[in-house]
């Protein structure tokens, strides 16, 4: 899916948490928004997603303009910085409730819910509850979930932020395998600059709701364009070194 | 997830909240004077009498005609208050609109009203004269004076506490659920009844709980509009009454026992439900 955001405004308030925003992605790219806590990356994501309507702007998905279409017909995967599994469903359940969504028939949940399991290397773990479940595992299972229906994009917000350290790393790469793997677009938000430049092939950064620089990660090392850019990028690998 | 941490604490005896000893011995203290002792004395004044004469008192037609009718009533009336006070919840936690603190804080009154003022008051309106009774008594329906105006009564008393239960739980449910449902293509109805609904669950059967158990005692409100029509529209604890009055202290005490025993268990019941419930809410 082809995303392209145009001229996007957004105030809560009188706050404004996006200021004109636009850029694109294109089809089968992993693009990651990073920027400061506070700077909109959310925001942005919700948009598109449509949970949130921008004030101004408009928001094209394959040329289409979608700001009128409401989420659940946007076709978007979405995984949730908590994961927001449904607690009182199991994993299977949870994993197949956007293909129930579908009327799939029974059979055809159970083979692709089975298929999403073995993905993420969860065969066994179906009839658990996510109560049952470690982190890094509800955080598959949340991506699962999300993978299910076959969404043309799949929006992921701060996926790591609940994972410790260790595991962090080792999930980001089974991530990007993932995605790549499966060839969906995708777009995720994080705070981690080291998190960005490994896993993306975009980086768009944000501060105060407006957009600093877009480009490879090696354009933004190497050629930050802003004064905000270069100092985020500098103080980011000193801090962010430990992680 | 506090208590938890507390009670494992105390297991191995160290004390995260000081004062337990303290606590517990007035927690002990308020539950025997007023809850304990009150209950046992029914007990034993009901162990005056044969098992005999005790099953004859209980199982004698109008005294199980009495308790068909508290049981079905306050059942019926229950069911109403889960729907209606769910729907209360909702509009008063998920809407803004004005006069919604006014409509708040009238949910309570049913408890401040004497329950003696609601029945004469219910009675009134739905006698076949009074407004709302005269509309249904043109329809050939008549409320007052039977087991309709008996759940009506029963609804209006118990509603506080299905609405008291739902909303705190409803105003701290995490939107997300709600926004990943939608991301996965579900609409309002399945969101709302596959995604939401399970999480109010274990509130509702709370409130559904207290509100059975409400309308099982309740008294006052009930009688006047009940009209006490022997084996239709007499409630158990009008039947307890009246034995009172006749000064069958043990007969009343056999009444109120059984009754007890029947409440217990489904109090037993809902509170295990509930609990099995719970297990699910610490992810
Ligand atoms: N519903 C809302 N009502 C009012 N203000 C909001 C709302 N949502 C976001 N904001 C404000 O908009 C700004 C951007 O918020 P956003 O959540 O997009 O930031 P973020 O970049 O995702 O930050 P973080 O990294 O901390 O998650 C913040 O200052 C926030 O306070
Ligand atoms: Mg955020």
Same mark, same amino acid.
């Given at each position: ?6 001229? $996007? ?149 701060? %996926? ?18 993932? $995605? ?64 | ?158 509603? %506080? ?68 029509? %022997? ?23 056999? $009444? ?28």
């Amino acid at each position: 899916m082809y995303v392209e955001m145009k001229d $996007i405004c957004k105030t809560f308030d009188g706050f404004q948490a996006s200021d004109h925003v636009s850029f694109g992605i294109e089809k089968g790219q992993m693009a990651a928004l990073l920027g400061p806590s506070g700077s909109g990356k959310t925001t942005i994501l919700r948009m598109i997603a449509g949970l949130d309507r921008p004030d101004f702007g408009d928001i094209r998905i394959n040329g289409i303009r979608v700001n009128d279409l409401p989420g659940n017909k946007r076709g978007i995967g979405f995984v949730f910085q908590n994961y927001a599994l449904f607690r009182y469903m199991t994993v299977a359940d949870n994993i197949g409730f956007g293909l129930e969504v579908q009327k799939k028939s029974k059979a055809e949940i159970k083979t692709r819910v089975e298929e999403l399991l073995e993905l993420i290397s969860m065969e066994d773990l179906g009839k658990r509850y996510p109560h049952q479940l470690s982190g890094g595992q509800r955080q598959r299972v949340a991506f699962a979930r999300a993978l299910a229906p076959d969404p043309g994009l799949l929006l992921l917000d701060e %996926p790591f932020a609940a994972i410790d350290a260790k595991v962090r790393r080792e999930l980001r790469n089974w991530l990007r395998d993932m $995605i790549e793997r499966v060839g969906i677009t995708s777009i995720f938000v994080t705070h981690d600059q080291e998190e960005a430049m490994e896993v993306a092939n975009q980086v768009i950064i944000i501060n105060q709701g407006k957009i600093e620089q877009i480009g490879t990660p090696d354009e933004i090392c190497f050629h930050p364009k802003t004064d905000f850019v270069a100092e985020f990028i500098e103080t980011e690998r000193f801090s962010g070194k430990g992680r | 997830m506090e208590q938890q941490i507390v009670k494992v604490k105390n297991k191995k005896g160290v004390r995260v909240i000081p004062g337990f000893g303290l606590s517990m011995g007035v927690t002990l203290a308020m539950l025997g004077c007023f809850i304990l002792i009150p209950l046992a004395s029914i007990f034993i004044s009901a162990s005056k009498m044969s098992f005999q004469e005790f099953t004859e008192v209980v199982t004698s037609r109008q005294v199980m005609s009495g308790y068909l009718v508290s049981f079905s009533c306050a059942f019926l009336a229950a069911l109403i208050n889960g729907v209606f006070g769910l729907i209360l919840a909702w509009v008063l936690v998920r809407y803004e609109f004005p006069g919604k603190r006014i409509m708040d804080g009238m949910i309570e009154l049913p408890f401040a009203l004497p329950t003696a003022v609601a029945g004469i008051s219910l009675t009134f309106l739905y006698s076949d004269q009074g407004w709302i009774g005269a509309a249904f008594d043109k329809i050939g329906i008549s409320i007052a004076y039977t087991r309709i105006g008996i759940t009506i009564a029963m609804v209006f008393v118990g509603i %506080p506490f299905v609405v008291r239960s739902v909303q705190p739980v409803l105003e701290k449910l995490d939107r997300q659920y709600e926004e990943a449902a939608m991301m996965l293509g579900a609409g309002r109805t399945r969101t709302f009844f596959k995604v939401i609904l399970p999480e109010l669950f274990p509130a509702l059967l709370a409130g559904f709980g207290l509100a059975f158990a409400r309308g099982i005692g309740e008294y006052g409100s009930v009688v006047f509009i009940a009209g006490n029509i %022997p084996f239709k529209t007499q409630i158990a604890p009008l039947l307890i009454m009246s034995k009172l009055e006749q000064y069958k202290y043990s007969d009343a005490t056999a $009444i109120a026992l059984a009754l007890l025993l029947v409440s217990f268990l489904l109090m037993l019941f809902i509170n295990s439900l509930q609990i099995y419930m719970q297990k699910f809410s610490k992810a």
